[in-house]
């Protein structure tokens, strides 16, 4: 399994942007594992916003975030990034990145067996 730390959290007005890093160290092969973000807002459940297969082509996203969000990552530096533009109220939750062995980007929870501790976000009208 991997370590992920994620950074890159804050308070942000509507409309704003924020790029969110996550960091991975640990015993698991970082540039051959599929990459994720996933969110959680207050009283909701946890859900994908994006996730990137191993060499980062193949993308997949929410479509609450799509042409607002964008997933990358460089494996030269075991990082994963979330840009994130047009900031809306309702895009306010934890982001948490997770990692998994899989490839190719997937929506299931289960296929992420490390996950980061999250951080805030918070998009104010």
């Known amino acids: 399994q991997l370590h992920l730390v994620e950074s890159g959290g804050g308070l942000v007005q509507a409309g704003g942007s924020l790029r969110l890093s996550c960091t991975a160290s640990g015993a698991g092969h970082f540039p051959t594992h599929a990459v994720s973000w996933w969110r959680q807002a207050p009283g909701k459940e946890l859900e994908l916003v994006a996730a990137?297969?191993?060499?980062?082509?193949?993308?997949k996203y929410a479509d609450s975030v799509k042409g607002r969000f964008t997933i990358a990552r460089d494996n030269t530096k075991n990082t994963v990034y979330l840009q994130m533009n047009s900031l809306k109220p309702e895009d306010t939750a934890v982001y948490y990145c997770?990692?998994?062995?899989?490839?190719?980007?997937?929506?299931?929870?289960?296929?992420?067996?490390?996950w980061g501790q999250g951080t805030q976000v918070t998009v104010s009208s």
């Open positions: 997770a990692a998994g062995p899989a490839h190719y980007p997937t929506g299931y929870q289960s296929h992420y067996d490390s």
């Open positions: 990137a297969g191993w060499t980062g082509e193949e993308t």
